[in-house]
C-alpha cells in the first residue's frame, strides 16, 4: 500500500520507531539525572523514615516521613539545599508526612491565627508564645524556628508529631514586601 510514493507500513514502523526512542530518551534522562540519585541522596539521610518522588506534572513532587527531628529548619532545609542541586532548576515541593493525633491538630488549628498574624505583623515573640501555650495547653511541646522563607513548627504529644512549614511569602490576598537578604533557595 502506498500515499504520494511512501509506502504506508514503512512510515509506520519508522514513527513508532521514533517515537519509542523519544519516550525511551525521556526515561532514561528522567531516570539518571535526577530520579535515581535523588532516591539515593534522601535514602542516606537518617532523618528520612520514607520517601516517595511523584514525577506526574509539571512540579515534581517529593514527599518525605521524617522521624522526630531535633531540628525542623535545620533537616528541612538541608534536604531542601540536596534536592535543588540534583533537580537543578526543576520545580519541586517538598510534602512532610507526620504522624499527628487529634490533640496535635486542634492545638495547631489554635495557633494558625498567630502564626498568620506574625507573618504579616511580624509578632514572632507572640506568635511563639501562642504556640508554647497551646501545645502545654494540650499536654505536649512545641518548637518554632523563623527562617527568612519559612516558619518551622514541630509540635509533639505522646509518640504523635506534627511537623509544618509555612511559608512568609505565600499570604493569600496580600502582598508581602520581601525584607532581608540572601537565603532565598534554602529558607
Not at 517538598?94 to 488549628?109: F, M, Q, S, T
Request: proline share 3%; glycine share 8%; net charge negative.
Amino acid at each position: 500500500m502506498q500515499w504520494n510514493g511512501f509506502k504506508i507500513p514503512i512510515v509506520l514502523l519508522a514513527l513508532l520507531i521514533g517515537l519509542t526512542v523519544l519516550l525511551g530518551g525521556q526515561w532514561a534522562y528522567n531516570k539518571y539525572s535526577f530520579q535515581d540519585p535523588l532516591e539515593q541522596v534522601l535514602g542516606e539521610k537518617a532523618v528520612i523514615s520514607d520517601f516517595s518522588v511523584n514525577d506526574d506534572g509539571e512540579v515534581l513532587v517529593v514527599k518525605l516521613k521524617l522521624d522526630k527531628t531535633a531540628n525542623l529548619m535545620e533537616d528541612y532545609q538541608e534536604i531542601d539545599k540536596l534536592i535543588r542541586k540534583i533537580v537543578n532548576k526543576r520545580a519541586f515541593r517538598i510534602e512532610l508526612v507526620d504522624d499527628p493525633n487529634d490533640i496535635l491538630l486542634n492545638a495547631y488549628y489554635n495557633s494558625q491565627f498567630a502564626i498568620h498574624e506574625a507573618i504579616i505583623k511580624g509578632s514572632f515573640r507572640q506568635m511563639a508564645s501562642v504556640v508554647h501555650e497551646s501545645a502545654i495547653e494540650a499536654g505536649g511541646s512545641a518548637k518554632i524556628y523563623i527562617g527568612s522563607q519559612n516558619i518551622y513548627l514541630q509540635m509533639t504529644h505522646g509518640d504523635h508529631y506534627l511537623l509544618k512549614v509555612i511559608s512568609r511569602e505565600d499570604v493569600p490576598g496580600i502582598s508581602l514586601p520581601v525584607t532581608g537578604g540572601g537565603g532565598n533557595y534554602y529558607d
